[in-house]
């Protein structure tokens, strides 16, 4: 894969030697055969060299790590394990790629204030296990929990299954410590459930993609884990059926914690790769969790299963116990995965929309893709209105490439159109930059721009990313 | 009160020439009677007149307005019916104050997606009766509800008696039309659940308290109304039993939706000013409420009951049915106005800790207040940490006013030494500006400075709040 990259500029001599004092002699990679693996991220059809690649080993290697590269104006680029979707820890020219991986201790849980500290290199399923185990619920759960880490879904303000009734990351972060362009290390935000003393600079480095510091310690919000869960899977001949099922379910006032959607490709490519039953024939699949007081569940569980049926489910089956439920959440996991062996080159969009404006865009993305001949599959997140269509491609095909960006361009436009948004989860990274001043705006693209100027006036963390240069 | 108030200085003859083209003249006020209104908030001891007031209808007179305003570098000052408690809507020397409680217009409520867009002035009671008449349910209720506009609430980032499960307001916008520094209109957000399209900016006005822009249009997110709701009133013989309830409560796994506390002082001011049959004797006094699902709530109610017997409640009192609750909670709301009846001066605090630092800061307080001879009475949001000591005092008593200062100082020390916050929900404004460096340390509180520099090069937004001059 690596072999497409372009080759990188060296790095500043001086910077290196510096940093052979600062880390351990195997933290330090500039050898073309270690850069390989730090060339891309989870993103189909972009990579790029970087110059070196350091893996601090502790918060204060990463300062004087970062302080060093800052004083010698050596571009910046964050990354945990690469599982991004958005190309944001691409390296860019020259830059050092500082790889978080290795910070990633768990300093501290706080049971009395429902609060986890951690390192930025914790991966996101250790903090879930880890709070599970004190009979605690970190919430978010992004696809890619079991090997993202926790610094990556807080620069990249992941979502997951679990957003229509938890919320995303940015909801579970009470404290950020940051590097500063000058160098300085700053503390944002505390344990205080509610704390509005100044503006709320946390919440613009959550999201940021590590375009405007460098995150060193992460504050979690924990909540009480739920005391009973509930798995549904409801069959359609449609996806229109499907899409009315959800309305029906919301107006119903029922916010079930998982509602997903795998259209009829998804499934077929999900059961061939998991082989849990699903139903092949179906045009629409929901899974649908619901979580918390047992009676409550059964409750929802039911309106749940009412609202489906009248809405012309075709097939309703409860997992029949906890192990059942998991192998069919995990199945909807693998979808990527699943996908992603059909064709050589899986691109997952991830365009939203609010949520009555569903059944619209997902018959849209089909007819996009008829008239393009492509192969395009979409499962996502249906109550929070987050599609992920996915193209299954083949980027050495230069044709088919071009039908994509159009598809893509043409798919943008009316997401827009209905008032939705590029990226519901996955980051604008240089994958999504061509299309964001289309969405925000001349006068807050404007703002934006002011933004990163004032915090990192000479451009060096991530540059490129989210913005144009 | 207005007789204290400095004079102002006129107002830019031309811009106010302009303004009377722009606005009704029953909208722009200029005669210093009709100015006293308009010359203090709900902050004791603040009180400054404006220069002029001008009352725009709609938004095209707001943006209007604004722009004169800025294009003439006259400052700002925004608000609403100016229920505030940190001086944030206090005019400034010079300055025009912009009244918002015309723009009270609700231009939509969404049921399928959850969300009502609305004009800042709209009284927030308001938004909560709409959303109920929906069957839907606007969560934050910050005390002053019955009066205060959303405009405030969102530029405060206020909170109320339910934030412990819900939330503050900041948790329910989900977009934001403000009025940049150069005069652009800018929509940050949108009805999309999941959005992370460029950085948080809508994140970075909530809270800024009218320091760098204007808002013109607020799109707030709704849920599903509980279906059934339950109040306790838990009696205690000292603050400690009540606080060691707390801890206990939340760690039996139980969100209520409301946890507040009242002390004995408190407790005897507002029985003897709403007559609802509290335990004047008791040492403190906890009012818990419980949401949701019917069995849920009622599951919930038996842990809280359980937990505070285990506690040492010396009394335990389930209000009877939804119109005692009512009472109980409107009591509790009260506990405000009931202090103020009993000196000329009642200044509430706002100080707020993690939640198992509680009971040694209650403790604190009253060894401050018994130190330096004052009277203070606390009330607060026990499940946030947030509490209200309020100092009933007396602010043509110089040396008294002396005494208050010292307390406050200590007590805002204290707060910080345990991981607390200055203010929990009433904001930075002039009151406590001096407090915001100590508590933000160096680097954050320089990098604030740099953001309002940014947004507002010429400091025309709100001048003085927040951040010293």
Not at 208 to 220: A, F, H, M, Q, W
Not at 277 to 304: F, R, T, Y
Not at 334 to 359: C, G, H, K, Q, W
């Given at each position: 894969m690596s072999s497409g990259a372009p080759p990188a500029s060296p790095l500043d001599a001086e910077l290196l030697a510096e940093l052979r004092q600062l880390?351990?002699?195997?933290?330090l990679l500039t050898a073309p055969e270690d850069l390989i693996p730090y060339a891309?991220?989870?993103?189909?059809a972009h990579r790029a060299r970087p110059a070196a690649v350091v893996i601090p080993t502790d918060r204060d290697q990463l300062i004087a790590v970062v302080r060093a590269a800052l004083r010698r104006e050596v571009p910046i680029v964050t990354r945990g394990?690469?599982?991004?979707?958005?190309?944001?820890?691409l390296p860019s020219t020259g830059s050092l790629v500082v790889c978080l991986?290795?910070?990633?201790?768990?300093?501290e849980l706080d049971p009395a204030n429902l609060t986890m500290m951690v390192e930025p290199g914790v991966v996101t399923q250790t903090i879930s296990s880890a709070a599970e185990a004190a009979d605690l619920f970190y919430p978010p759960d992004p696809g890619s929990m079991k090997i993202s880490t926790i610094g990556g879904n807080v620069a990249e303000n992941s979502g997951g299954l679990?957003?229509?009734?938890?919320?995303?990351?940015r909801d579970y972060v009470m404290g950020l410590e940051v590097i500063l362009a000058d160098g300085s290390v700053c503390w944002l935000g505390g344990?205080?459930?509610?704390?509005?003393?100044?503006?709320?600079l946390r919440d613009l480095f959550i999201g940021s993609e590590g375009t405007l510091g460098v995150i060193t310690k992460i504050l979690l919000k924990l909540v009480p884990k739920p005391a009973a869960r509930r798995t549904l899977l409801a069959t359609f001949a449609s996806m229109e059926d499907a899409a009315s099922a959800v309305s029906g379910i919301i107006a119903a006032k029922v916010v079930p914690c998982t509602l997903e959607f795998l259209d009829q490709k998804t499934i077929r490519c999900v059961e061939d790769f998991?082989?849990?039953?699903?139903?092949?024939?179906?045009g629409a699949l929901l899974l649908i969790e619901a979580d918390g007081n047992p009676a409550a569940v059964d409750a929802e569980i039911a309106v749940v299963e009412a609202t489906c049926r009248a809405h012309h489910a075709t097939d309703i089956r409860a997992a029949a116990d906890a192990a059942e439920a998991t192998r069919l959440a995990t199945a909807r996991r693998s979808a990527f995965s699943a996908l992603a062996r059909m064709r050589p080159t899986t691109i997952l969009e991830d365009v939203t929309v609010p949520r009555s404006e569903l059944a619209r865009m997902v018959r849209f993305i089909e007819t996009v893709a008829t008239k393009h001949d492509l192969q395009i599959a979409t499962f996502g997140h249906f109550g929070d209105g987050?599609?992920?269509?996915t193209f299954l491609t083949d980027e050495r095909d230069e044709a088919e490439m071009v039908r994509v960006h159009t598809a893509m361009q043409e798919i943008v436009t009316m997401t827009l159109e209905l008032?939705?948004?590029?990226?519901?989860?996955?980051?604008?990274?240089?994958?999504?930059r061509e299309f964001l001043p289309q969405q925000l705006g001349d006068a807050s693209y404007q703002l934006h721009r002011q933004i990163k100027r004032t915090l990192d006036p000479a451009g060096l963390f991530n540059p490129g990313k989210v913005l144009a240069p």
């Amino acid at each position: 894969m690596s072999s497409g990259a372009p080759p990188a500029s060296p790095l500043d001599a001086e910077l290196l030697a510096e940093l052979r004092q600062l880390v351990p002699s195997d933290a330090l990679l500039t050898a073309p055969e270690d850069l390989i693996p730090y060339a891309f991220d989870g993103t189909a059809a972009h990579r790029a060299r970087p110059a070196a690649v350091v893996i601090p080993t502790d918060r204060d290697q990463l300062i004087a790590v970062v302080r060093a590269a800052l004083r010698r104006e050596v571009p910046i680029v964050t990354r945990g394990n690469g599982t991004g979707l958005s190309a944001g820890s691409l390296p860019s020219t020259g830059s050092l790629v500082v790889c978080l991986n290795r910070l990633d201790r768990i300093l501290e849980l706080d049971p009395a204030n429902l609060t986890m500290m951690v390192e930025p290199g914790v991966v996101t399923q250790t903090i879930s296990s880890a709070a599970e185990a004190a009979d605690l619920f970190y919430p978010p759960d992004p696809g890619s929990m079991k090997i993202s880490t926790i610094g990556g879904n807080v620069a990249e303000n992941s979502g997951g299954l679990r957003g229509l009734k938890y919320g995303v990351t940015r909801d579970y972060v009470m404290g950020l410590e940051v590097i500063l362009a000058d160098g300085s290390v700053c503390w944002l935000g505390g344990k205080c459930v509610k704390d509005v003393a100044g503006f709320s600079l946390r919440d613009l480095f959550i999201g940021s993609e590590g375009t405007l510091g460098v995150i060193t310690k992460i504050l979690l919000k924990l909540v009480p884990k739920p005391a009973a869960r509930r798995t549904l899977l409801a069959t359609f001949a449609s996806m229109e059926d499907a899409a009315s099922a959800v309305s029906g379910i919301i107006a119903a006032k029922v916010v079930p914690c998982t509602l997903e959607f795998l259209d009829q490709k998804t499934i077929r490519c999900v059961e061939d790769f998991a082989h849990v039953g699903l139903p092949v024939s179906a045009g629409a699949l929901l899974l649908i969790e619901a979580d918390g007081n047992p009676a409550a569940v059964d409750a929802e569980i039911a309106v749940v299963e009412a609202t489906c049926r009248a809405h012309h489910a075709t097939d309703i089956r409860a997992a029949a116990d906890a192990a059942e439920a998991t192998r069919l959440a995990t199945a909807r996991r693998s979808a990527f995965s699943a996908l992603a062996r059909m064709r050589p080159t899986t691109i997952l969009e991830d365009v939203t929309v609010p949520r009555s404006e569903l059944a619209r865009m997902v018959r849209f993305i089909e007819t996009v893709a008829t008239k393009h001949d492509l192969q395009i599959a979409t499962f996502g997140h249906f109550g929070d209105g987050n599609l992920h269509p996915t193209f299954l491609t083949d980027e050495r095909d230069e044709a088919e490439m071009v039908r994509v960006h159009t598809a893509m361009q043409e798919i943008v436009t009316m997401t827009l159109e209905l008032g939705g948004t590029i990226t519901g989860e996955h980051g604008v990274g240089l994958a999504k930059r061509e299309f964001l001043p289309q969405q925000l705006g001349d006068a807050s693209y404007q703002l934006h721009r002011q933004i990163k100027r004032t915090l990192d006036p000479a451009g060096l963390f991530n540059p490129g990313k989210v913005l144009a240069p």
